[in-house]
Structure formats: structure tokens, C-alpha cells
């Protein structure tokens, strides 16, 4: 028997007996059944109070070998970012670069041409290519890394015309300067032969990171390269038919 039914049964005993008028028994029977359902309340309030902190509070558990149980770890357990091999970084130090001379020619799209199609196309690519420059850059940052590569100097290399530092299909500074003062028709084909020589130089880089011991290992560095490689295969095709296009028609 419970506690609070002891307590009634003594309340109606002392009714039957007569040691408590009828009124006083029901106002003592009242404050033990509020006293009651106030202790219920708190007891259950508590309880919930346990399960939400439990569900609340994230398991951090590290996954066992193959046929070993998982180990549960304690809360305070930080995550440490994956290693990371000295080409990983200089390839997302060189696709910034590289990324920035593409998002520079489509700067010029709205003032050198008319031309719809390529105006649509520009803008995708600058924005694509804009948001994996922000992405590169929060990758090497929270790395500690430098967000360009060091250039060495070399003298031998200091001719006037000559390019230094640039990466695989990058515009040589002849080629842009010839981009700029180009308008119309000649502005779309030099655009479309460029960003095609342009994307060519990006494959070859993801080649490259692909090609080398113990790089593009990292999960997002793997996704990223990856991607920009289906990507701009995918545009190399859409300006290859573009530029098919015009050819046949300046020779209309």
C-alpha cells in the first residue's frame, strides 16, 4: 500500500470514529491528494529533464576494426582533420589562381559581346568557379596554409613576354590583353578557344594531383577534384559546339 492510500485510510478511519468532523476530514484527504500529485509532477519533471540531457548530449563513438564492437568516447573528444600531403595543398593553391584568371575573363562578357548564349555561359561559370575559390580557400585556412603558392625568383626566366608562375592552360598575358581589346565576334571566339585551352589546363591538374603518391586522399579534396573534373569536361563539350557553330557561320 502506498503512502498516500495510508494516509486516506487513517482519514476515513478517523471520519468513522468520530475524532474528525466530516469537513475536516475531506479538507485533510484534498491536501494530501495536491501534496500527492505535486510530488508525481516534480518525480516526472526530473525524469524528463534526465532523457532530454541524454538525447541531447551527442555519442561520439569511434567505429571498431571489422568484427570488434564500436567504442563509445567520452564528450570532449575533438575531431582531428585528416592528414594531408604537400600536393594536396599546392593543387588548391594553384586552382585559385587558376580559378581567378577564369572568373576575370567572364568579367569582360557583358562589355565586349552581345552574344546571349555566351553571356549565360560566363555567368555559370563565374559563379561556380567563384564558390570553389571561397571553398579553397576555407580549405587551406583552416589548415594553417598560405592561400598562394610561393613563387621563386629566377632570373633566367625575367625575358620581357615571357610567363612565370602560371598554371597548365592559363592565358599567357598576350592572350588576355588580346581578349580585352577584342568586341563582338572575335571577342567570342577568342573567349571560347581560351576557356577551352583554360579548362584543358584544369584537367591536367587533377591529373596531376591524381598521379602523385599518397595526394587526393582527403574526402573533400577528392570531391572537389572530381567534380571539377566532370564539370568542366562537360563545359570543354558545350564551348567545343559553341565555337563549331561559329566557324560554320562566319564562313556563311
Known amino acids: 500500500m502506498t503512502d498516500f492510500a495510508r494516509k486516506c485510510n487513517h482519514c476515513c478511519f478517523l471520519r468513522k470514529r468520530g475524532l474528525a468532523s466530516r469537513r475536516g476530514a475531506a479538507v485533510l484527504c484534498g491536501m494530501l491528494l495536491a501534496a500527492s500529485a505535486l510530488s508525481a509532477f516534480f518525480v516526472s519533471s526530473a525524469r524528463a529533464a534526465q532523457q532530454t540531457d541524454s538525447a541531447t548530449t ?3 563513438v569511434q567505429p571498431g ?4 564492437p564500436s567504442k563509445a568516447l567520452p564528450p570532449s573528444t575533438k575531431a582531428a582533420l585528416p592528414p594531408r600531403s604537400q600536393a594536396d595543398v599546392e593543387f588548391m593553391q594553384g586552382m585559385i589562381m587558376h580559378h581567378s584568371q577564369a572568373v576575370e575573363m567572364t568579367a569582360l562578357i557583358p ?10 555561359l ?35 626566366m625575367k625575358t ?18 588580346a581578349l580585352r ?23 591536367i ?10 595526394a587526393g586522399q582527403d574526402a573533400e579534396i577528392f570531391n572537389f577534384a572530381t567534380d571539377a573534373d566532370n564539370t568542366q569536361r ?15 557561320e562566319e564562313k556563311r
Open 205 to 214: 591538374m587533377v591529373k596531376d594531383l591524381f598521379d602523385t603518391a599518397g
Open 58 to 60: 551527442p555519442a561520439v
Open 65 to 68: 576494426a571489422p568484427g570488434k
Open 160 to 177: 620581357p613576354g615571357q610567363s612565370m608562375g602560371l598554371m597548365p592552360g592559363m592565358l599567357t598575358p598576350q592572350q588576355m590583353e
Open 234 to 248: 562537360a563545359e570543354i563539350r558545350i564551348m567545343q559546339a559553341m565555337l563549331e557553330k561559329k566557324v560554320s
Open 111 to 120: 562589355s565586349h559581346t552581345e552574344n546571349k548564349e555566351l553571356r549565360n
Open 122 to 156: 560566363g555567368a555559370r561559370i563565374s559563379s561556380s568557379q567563384s564558390d570553389e575559390i571561397r571553398f579553397m580557400q576555407r580549405w587551406l585556412a583552416a589548415r594553417g596554409e598560405p592561400l598562394s603558392l610561393a613563387m621563386p625568383e629566377m632570373p633566367d
Open 181 to 203: 581589346k577584342a568586341k563582338g565576334a572575335e571577342f567570342d571566339r577568342l573567349f571560347l578557344a581560351g576557356m577551352i585551352q583554360h579548362h584543358n589546363g584544369a584537367l
